[in-house]
């Protein structure tokens, strides 16, 4: 329980972060170039594929293969923090970084000690990060949920 409220906390904070970053944050922050023409959409789409199959590696108890998948977030993570310091005006790799960031690397270190308990809490508050970047950019219609359905031809069983 304490520890969901601390993720709260946090959440709260680097949720009031972002919404200055979004509002055009400092000279600093506004001088960043503007990424290329090239859409976000596919990297978000990464974000979701590797998260759903995070998921269903912890649903499923499989610790080495969760951890693989949040490496991947964690790489996708890096990758738009480059690609993206800004798109349609929006700060998107610094939202990404601390939206995701704070909240992955809990989820990181529960996996590497093996505590799919607290790495399932943990899944569940990055999700919660995910929604509160889209609120920060105004893009509060989309919304991330934690789906146990398996769609792949893939097994998640350890």
Known sequence: MKTTVVYAIVAGILLAGAALLWNGGSPATTAYAQSSSEP?????GHFQHYMHKMG????AGNQPLA???????????NVVEKKFPTWENLQVGALATA???????PLEDALSKGDMAAANGAYDTLVTGCNNCHVATQRQFIKITRV????YNQSFAR
């Open 40 to 44: 976000l959409a596919p990297y978000m």
């Open 56 to 59: 269903l590696a912890i649903d």
């Open 67 to 77: 951890e693989f998948y949040a490496s991947k977030v964690r790489e996708n993570m």
């Open 99 to 105: 939206m995701l960031g704070a909240p992955l690397k």
């Open 148 to 151: 146990k359905s398996n769609p």
